[in-house]
T-cell receptor, first 111, second 114 residues
Framework: RKEVEQDPGPFNVPEGATVAFNCTYS??????FFWYRQDCRKEPKLLMS???SGNEDGRFTAQLNRASQYISLLIRDSKLSDSATYLC????????????FGKGTRLSVIA | NAGVTQTPKFQVLKTGQSMTLQCAQD?????MYWYRQDPGMGLRLIYY???????DKGEVPNGYNVSRLNKREFSLRLESAAPSQTSVYFC?????????????FGDGTRLSIL
């Protein structure tokens, strides 16, 4: 099983729609979780951290389910500018080790 | 705010040539990383430096060397470039590796090996 798995998509949704992505991780000892956004031919940028209690930033809501080992990202009222690839990121090992990046889920918001 | 700066942004090499990709961060971060990204493959870690004076191999280190020159700078060297190393290379840094700290990326170096 891969450390971090995501549905590659693409998810094609109309403007204004609500869309959700899930990501599963294999290491139950993982402690840090993030969602990054990557635009075509650009660098990944931190979208939001994911906290145990869940957290919200405007139209974006992130949730963590430790029992089932997945994190989710919900985008409400989708905008054209939300079109991007969303990367699930997990710290899969204890100590001073790099984060593990999923391959990403592509979202296209259509007018 | 410069953040993570990579040079050059674009480069074309011939097979067998050598090249060093430069990365510098001004956030006083301890940890630095080099990734490559190919279509459909996602980000793959080449090497990382958890702190000044240390370097470790990542998932795909073959054909590369790194130098953590000081706390700010982490360079990636291709000694004898091969077409399979055509890719987009990203440098990243974080406050400390691992728990709790996100990574911040440079805007990438697009490298083509002919």
């Amino acid at each position: 099983r891969k450390e971090v798995e995501q549905d590659p998509g693409p998810f094609n949704v109309p403007e204004g729609a609500t869309v959700a992505f899930n990501c599963t991780y294999s290491n139950s000892a993982s402690q840090s979780f993030f969602w990054y956004r990557q635009d075509c031919r650009k660098e990944p940028k931190l979208l939001m951290s994911v906290y145990s209690s869940g957290n919200e930033d405007g139209r974006f809501t992130a949730q963590l389910n430790r029992a089932s080992q997945y994190i989710s990202l919900l985008i409400r009222d989708s905008k054209l500018s939300d079109s991007a690839t969303y990367l699930c990121v997990v710290n899969s090992h204890s100590g001073n080790t790099p984060l593990v990046f999923g391959k990403g889920t592509r979202l296209s918001v259509i007018a | 705010n410069a953040g993570v700066t990579q040079t050059p942004k674009f480069q074309v090499l011939k097979t067998g040539q050598s090249m060093t990709l430069q990365c510098a961060q001004d956030m006083n971060h301890n940890s630095m990383y080099w990734y490559r990204q190919d279509p459909g493959m996602g980000l793959r870690l080449i090497y990382y430096s958890a702190s000044e004076g240390t370097t470790d191999k990542g998932e795909v280190p073959n054909g590369y060397n790194v130098s953590r020159l000081n706390k700010r700078e982490f360079s990636l060297r291709l000694e004898s470039a091969a077409p399979s190393q055509t890719s987009v290379y990203f440098c990243a840094s974080s406050e400390i590796g691992g728990v709790g700290q996100p990574q911040h990326f440079g805007d990438g170096t697009r490298l083509s090996i002919l």
